[in-house]
């Protein structure tokens, strides 16, 4: 095992599975709730990601402390240092998938998800403004550490921390607004296109609105015309994204395909909580059609992610002795 780790490490990208799975653990249980179905389906999805969360944290660790020069390169692209988002994204969705069972586990996961967030945002901007970012650079995945702040309200509220919701709520909000113009400049108008294997990071572009949705639900306590506008964009760039379907096709799978897990999983549960507030048959078919798509897409990534292990320690396993 340790020989296959040398030869494909896991890179911080790695945390988007956790994100994908925790993200449909928490729509499952907003849809026992919303429409009646069985929640244990969401506990599990909710378990699983806490104990992919850990094996790759474990794995992750051990990879600073043996090949730190690697970490550091990764953080050179602005793309690859907006990763690091995807640990601490991962911290805020695990609190609140473990708010029923412990609220000190969830109140430690919920500091490191809530202050570790904001922490990565204010550097990486900062970083950006001294040093500037290469066209080629300004791709979704900078939206990554921005998305981060505004799901650190799903369990900022429930644990009694509004006011913390409502500034991680506005941080989000304010880059948000930045930086979409800009990075769909970048794809529509400069060179070079977007790369086929970059073609995931244009889901991202769903959760952002997705997430801000679910949170700001969360904070009013009400499906107000402004939960509808950011419902209702997240399904505008989810559509959007299922056009552009061919940019990705061909491609063979590989960690960034667990990019569509999370965004799908985002929308669905921002439909969930409009079923629940308004029960008419539009929300309910909405949030039951995006509940499946986020479920077949993880089921799927799980699947090829499995199979693609299976053949690396197959291959590492008949190698001659050396």
């Given at each position: 095992m340790a020989?296959?780790?040398?030869?494909?490490?896991?890179?911080?990208?790695?945390?988007?599975?956790?994100?994908?799975?925790?993200?449909?653990?928490?729509?499952?249980?907003?849809?026992?709730?919303?429409?009646?179905?069985?929640?244990?389906?969401?506990?599990?999805?909710?378990?699983?990601?806490?104990?992919?969360?850990?094996?790759?944290?474990?794995v992750w660790v051990a990879r600073v402390r043996t090949s730190p020069q690697d970490i550091e390169a990764e953080q050179h692209s602005a793309i690859t240092a907006s990763y690091l988002g995807t640990i601490t994204i991962s911290c805020s969705l695990l609190a609140a998938g473990a708010l029923p069972y412990s609220r000190v586990a969830a109140t430690l996961l919920w500091a490191i998800?809530?202050?570790?967030?904001?922490?990565?945002?204010?550097?990486?901007?900062?970083?950006?403004?001294?040093?500037?970012?290469?066209?080629?650079?300004?791709?979704?995945?900078?939206?990554i550490p921005v998305v981060g702040n505004a799901t650190s309200v799903y369990a900022a509220v429930p644990l009694g921390y509004?006011?913390?919701?409502?500034?991680?709520?506005?941080?989000?909000?304010?880059?948000?607004?930045?930086l979409?113009?800009?990075?769909?400049?970048?794809?529509?108008?400069?060179?070079?296109?977007?790369?086929?294997?970059?073609?995931?990071?244009?889901?991202?572009?769903?959760s952002s609105p997705a997430v801000m949705a679910s949170a700001w639900y969360l904070l009013t306590g009400t499906a107000d015309p402004a939960f509808k506008i950011l419902a209702f964009k997240a399904l505008f760039f989810a559509l959007l994204t299922a056009r552009l379907w061919k940019m990705a096709w061909g491609e063979p799978f590989n960690v960034a395909m667990w990019g569509y897990t999370f965004p799908t999983a985002a929308l669905a549960g921002a439909f969930e909580r409009a079923a629940a507030a308004i029960p008419s048959p539009l929300y309910v078919a909405l949030a039951t059609g995006?509940?499946?798509v986020a479920t077949v897409a993880v089921v799927l990534c799980a699947a090829w992610t499995v199979r693609g292990w299976i053949r690396q320690f197959t291959k590492t396993a008949a190698l001659p002795a050396t």
């Open positions: 020989e296959i780790f040398a030869r494909r490490p896991v890179p911080t990208a790695s945390f988007a599975s956790v994100m994908g799975i925790a993200g449909l653990g928490l729509a499952w249980r907003a849809s026992a709730t919303s429409q009646g179905l069985p929640a244990g389906i969401g506990e599990f999805f909710i378990a699983a990601s806490a104990v992919i969360f850990a094996a790759l944290l474990v998800g809530a202050f570790g967030g904001a922490a990565l945002l204010i550097y990486l901007l900062g970083r950006w403004i001294e040093g500037g970012i290469k066209g080629p650079e300004l791709t979704p995945a900078l939206f509004g006011e913390l919701g409502w500034a991680s709520f506005a941080f989000a909000l304010l880059c948000w607004l930045t979409g113009p800009l990075t769909m400049y970048r794809l529509m108008v400069t060179e070079p296109r977007l790369p086929r294997k970059m073609a995931p990071q244009l889901a991202v572009m769903v995006s509940l499946a």
